[in-house]
């Protein structure tokens, strides 16, 4: 039983290596720094296009894999899956979380079941919506203030675990951000 699993989580794991984006690649990205509270967005070629100061990440912090309820920002290589009007901030750029590394990381750990990360793994694969039903929570994103505190979002991370910019400097980022576009959390 314990080979079957290895194995099938080598299956798994080949089949995301060789798979191909149903996008194509963006000629552009964006970087999140945690450490700098600082969005950017860059050419292929690391130029930059945009930089936004200020942002808001979760009240917890960032870490590794962000856990349902724990308003942790996860760390992580992502893909804006779809972008989508929100009352509440404006425009949201969903990112693809749960991702089958984060999944991997959380099975580590005890986190979830196997066929929790084999659908996670499957859905990614086949280029499906994240599953929103998992420990692992949902819904992480880019968004806006909204009608929220300005004050506030320039003292305190406030999210949830989303990266939040001023209603602004989002409807600036609007110029390059699309479904399939890299988007790289440290």
């Known amino acids: 039983m314990h080979n079957f699993r290895k ?16 996008w194509a690649d963006s000629s552009h990205w964006i970087l999140v720094d945690s450490a ?14 945009a930089r936004f100061d200020n942002i ?3 009240r917890g912090g960032v870490a590794p894999v962000h856990y349902r309820g724990d308003d942790t920002t996860p760390q992580g290589e992502f893909r804006i899956w779809q972008i989508r009007p929100s009352a509440q901030f404006g425009m949201f750029y969903e990112l693809d979380y749960p991702t089958p590394a984060h999944a991997k990381l959380a099975w580590q750990a005890g986190k979830i079941d196997q066929p929790t990360f084999d659908s996670i793994t499957q859905a990614n694969l086949n ?10 929570g949902s819904e992480i994103g880019i968004h ?12 305190y991370d406030w999210t949830s675990g989303c990266v939040a910019l001023t209603n602004s400097q989002l409807h ?3 110029r390059w951000a699309k479904p399939g576009m890299r988007v790289v959390i440290r």
């Open 7 to 22: 194995i099938r989580f080598a299956c798994l794991l080949l089949g995301l290596m060789l798979s191909t984006p149903v």
């Open 36 to 49: 700098s509270h600082t969005l950017t967005v860059l050419t292929t070629n690391n130029r930059v296009l």
């Open 56 to 58: 808001s990440l979760g």
């Open 127 to 136: 280029h499906q919506p994240p599953r929103r039903d998992t420990a692992l």
């Open 144 to 155: 806006g203030l909204g009608h929220g505190n300005a004050i506030i979002h320039k003292q």
């Open 172 to 174: 600036h980022l609007t």
